[in-house]
Every structure is written in structure tokens, then in C-alpha cells.
């Protein structure tokens, strides 16, 4: 058996497997890990951010979709005999995937993976990515651990997410749960690694095209930082303590209530004069019923770009009207800190979605 720690990565390109293998490589110098890779060249550019981390890292081709996840035998063996820890971050992030398609990646994949992780004769801890949010349609505050299935969910990613953890509970391995948050960006600086669900929302309001937004005043927006979430996973993982604990890597009492994040980003539309000169009145805060009713309208009757976006946020908006507020006690307990609050960086995101021109080329916007 290896003297120190090799650690198998899942989701290796993406924000957060590729931000956690950064920090356990720089955390740990013995540290060894392998890498599931489905796209050459997308690991390619992403070891390139790694610089001379990278020289401890093994890319192994494979697929999650795949039996026994598409890997070689002989490395499938010398995974089994090596690896110490697993960290699960892959997942397919659409929410409009229809179930099936969802539960093949999220669901599918996971099974795959703890089955390798049963082979691993010196494996001592499973950290499987989750979501915040198959807590689904429930409201009220949402606790850490399972929190059951009764409200149903608003999109096939979050059931299929919640199907991924109910397997990981009944492995028999040494697992632990991280449920993040919507990640909006890098840091309390605002830059914003790649454009989501909630950025997309945004831009919808600050070009006038909805009128409404689903939520009350006081309904809290969850989101956190890359760096949180990635430092949080680095450092939790090798905890001991964290066997089989569920963490809510969330806002949680420092999550922005819905009026705050209206009148805030439309006092800071507001200073552009060109925004203003156009008019735009500030979206209405309404039942999740009436937004239903007048997405539903658009869409059928409306513009059919304007209705083709709506439809798209379907996916995921209705969460803003489903009031919840996540626990944070574990995760702030093992990580020794909070998130930092919400309202500390969403007016330097939202600037720099601003400057950036929300991800859009200017051939396209054009």
C-alpha cells in the first residue's frame, strides 16, 4: 500500500473539481491524484492552470456514463490499489435534461464511482458533490442530512442529484456530503468564472424583458464563492471528523433576502445613464401563481426569443418564490468559518457582469 495520499478526481475541467484538485496538490506536496477524463483537450487547458501541480497528476480516459466508467482494466487495478480518496464533483449541471438523461450522468455516474470506491482496498473517505437544492420544492429552514422527497423538485437536476446522495448513504463506504450553493463568483472581488442560471436571470431583468419576478421581499437568495466552496471541499475531505456528515456549503444567515437584491441592482443599473434613459421599470415581486401565468402567456403568445429564455428559466426560477433558508451548523463547525455574506460581494458581481457584458461576445450581442 502507498505511503502517502492519492486522491481520485471526478469533474477535474470543471469549477469545482479542477478548484479542489488545485488545492489538495498545494495543500499536501506528497499528495498524488488521478483525474477522470472524458475530453483531451479540455484537461489540457485545465492542467495548464494547474502549472507544476500538475506533474502529480495522472489523467485516466473514461466516461461516467459508461459501464465500470469506460476505464482500462489494468488502470481500473492500479486505481483500486492506490487510490485513498475519492472525490466525486462530475455531474451534468443542466436543469432542463430530461430525467433519464439527468439520472444517466448524476445518479448513474455516482453508482459507477462507488463501485470503484468498493475495490479501493485502502480507501478512507468518498466526498461526493451534491446540491443545495434537492432540497426541491420545500420551504421553511432545510437541515443537514436527508431531508426526504415528499415536495418534489422543480427541475430533473435536483431530483437526480438527491437520487445521486441516497445512493452514496446506503454505500457501506466512508462517505461525506457537500451540498453547495449556486457558486455566482470567484471571490468577495466579484469576477464571475462562467455564466449561470442566475446571471442569465439577471440579464433578462436588466433589459426589461419580464416584468416579474416570483418571491417576496423577504424570500433569501442562497449563493457563495468558488473559493469557498473549493476551499471548504480541500479542507474538509481529510477531516476525520467529517465521516458521514452532510455540510451545507451555503449563504445561510448571510443569504440576501429578494427586495435587498431588486433595489440594489436597479440603483446600480441606474447609474448608467444609457440604462436609464430607456425607462425600465423595476420587476415586480409576485406569487409564484401570477409569474407562472405571465411566463406561460409569453411564451405561448409573446416574442419567440423572449419566450424561448422564459422557458428556459422555468428550469430554475421558481426556486426564488420557494422560501428556504439552509442550515450551515456542521459545515461551519468542520470548516472553522461561514460563507461570506451574500450582500459582501453582490455588488461587485454584479459590476462585473456589467463590464464583462454578461458573457456575451460583442458579435453576439450585436
Given at each position: 500500500m502507498?505511503?502517502?495520499e492519492?486522491?481520485?478526481v471526478?469533474?477535474?475541467t470543471?469549477l469545482?473539481?479542477?478548484?479542489v484538485?488545485k488545492?489538495?496538490?498545494g495543500?499536501d506536496?506528497?499528495?498524488?491524484?488521478?483525474?477522470?477524463?472524458r475530453?483531451e483537450l479540455?484537461w489540457r487547458?485545465?492542467?495548464?492552470?494547474?502549472?507544476?501541480?500538475a506533474?502529480?497528476v495522472?489523467?485516466?480516459q473514461g466516461d461516467l456514463?459508461?459501464?465500470?466508467?469506460g476505464?482500462?482494466y489494468w488502470?481500473?487495478?492500479?486505481?483500486?490499489?492506490?487510490?485513498t480518496?475519492?472525490v466525486?464533483?462530475?455531474?451534468?449541471?443542466?436543469f432542463s435534461?430530461p430525467?433519464?438523461?439527468?439520472?444517466l450522468?448524476n445518479?448513474?455516474?455516482?453508482?459507477?464511482?462507488?463501485s470503484?470506491?468498493r475495490h479501493?482496498?485502502?480507501?478512507?473517505r468518498?466526498?461526493?458533490v451534491s446540491?443545495?437544492?434537492?432540497a426541491?420544492?420545500?420551504?421553511?429552514?432545510?437541515?443537514?442530512?436527508d431531508?426526504?422527497?415528499a415536495?418534489?423538485?422543480?427541475?430533473?437536476y435536483?431530483?437526480s442529484?438527491y437520487d445521486a446522495?441516497?445512493?452514496?448513504?446506503?454505500?457501506g463506504?466512508?462517505w461525506?456530503?457537500?451540498?453547495p450553493?449556486t457558486?455566482?463568483?470567484?471571490?468577495?472581488?466579484g469576477?464571475?468564472?462562467?455564466?449561470?442560471?442566475?446571471?442569465r436571470a439577471?440579464?433578462?431583468?436588466?433589459?426589461g424583458?419580464?416584468?416579474?419576478m416570483p418571491?417576496?421581499?423577504s424570500d433569501?437568495l442562497?449563493?457563495?464563492?468558488a473559493?469557498?466552496?473549493?476551499?471548504s471541499?480541500?479542507?474538509?475531505?481529510?477531516?476525520p471528523?467529517?465521516a458521514?456528515?452532510t455540510?451545507h456549503?451555503?449563504?445561510?444567515?448571510g443569504?440576501l433576502p429578494?427586495?435587498e437584491l431588486?433595489d440594489?441592482a436597479?440603483?446600480?443599473?441606474?447609474?448608467?445613464?444609457?440604462?436609464r434613459?430607456?425607462?425600465?421599470e423595476k420587476?415586480?415581486l409576485?406569487?409564484l401563481?401570477t409569474y407562472?401565468?405571465?411566463a406561460n402567456?409569453?411564451i405561448e403568445?409573446?416574442?419567440?426569443?423572449?419566450?424561448?429564455?422564459?422557458s428556459c428559466l422555468s428550469h430554475?426560477?421558481?426556486q426564488?418564490a420557494?422560501?428556504k433558508?439552509?442550515?450551515?451548523?456542521?459545515a461551519d463547525?468542520?470548516?472553522g468559518?461561514?460563507?461570506?455574506?451574500?450582500?459582501s460581494?453582490?455588488?461587485a458581481m454584479?459590476t462585473?457582469?456589467?463590464n464583462?457584458n454578461?458573457?456575451v461576445?460583442?458579435e453576439?450581442?450585436a
Open positions: 502507498p505511503t502517502h492519492t486522491v481520485f471526478t469533474g477535474a470543471g469545482v473539481g479542477g478548484g484538485l488545492r489538495m496538490l495543500g506536496p506528497q499528495l498524488r491524484a488521478y483525474v477522470l477524463v475530453d479540455r487547458a485545465a492542467s495548464r492552470r494547474l502549472g507544476s501541480l506533474d502529480r495522472v489523467p485516466v456514463t459508461a459501464r465500470r466508467l476505464i482500462e488502470t481500473r487495478h492500479r486505481l483500486a490499489r492506490e487510490v480518496m475519492i466525486h464533483a462530475a455531474a451534468d449541471t443542466s435534461r430525467l433519464a438523461q439527468a439520472r450522468s445518479a448513474e455516474g455516482t453508482r459507477e464511482m462507488l470503484l470506491a479501493c482496498g485502502g480507501l478512507r468518498f466526498a461526493h446540491t443545495a437544492f434537492v426541491g420544492r420545500q420551504v421553511g429552514m432545510i437541515r443537514e442530512r431531508n426526504g422527497n415536495e418534489g423538485w422543480v427541475n430533473s435536483e431530483r442529484k446522495e441516497a445512493l452514496v448513504r446506503d454505500s463506504v466512508d461525506v456530503i457537500f451540498r450553493s457558486i455566482v463568483c470567484t471571490g468577495v472581488e469576477s464571475i468564472p462562467q455564466i449561470n442560471a442566475v446571471h439577471l440579464r433578462v431583468y436588466h433589459r424583458l419580464a416584468a416579474m418571491g417576496a421581499r433569501l442562497d449563493v457563495v464563492t473559493d469557498y466552496v473549493n476551499d471541499i480541500a479542507r474538509v475531505t481529510v477531516n471528523s467529517a458521514r456528515k455540510l456549503l451555503c449563504a445561510g444567515r443569504a429578494l427586495g431588486v440594489g436597479y440603483e446600480l443599473w441606474a447609474r448608467d445613464p444609457i440604462w434613459n430607456r425607462g425600465i420587476a415586480v409576485t406569487d401563481e407562472t401565468l405571465f402567456s409569453v403568445t409573446g416574442d419567440a426569443r423572449l419566450g424561448a429564455v422564459l430554475f426560477i421558481p426564488l420557494l422560501s433558508q439552509f442550515d450551515t451548523t456542521v463547525k468542520l470548516n468559518c461561514t460563507a461570506p455574506p451574500v450582500r460581494y453582490w455588488s454584479l462585473q457582469l456589467l464583462g454578461w458573457g461576445a460583442p453576439e450581442a
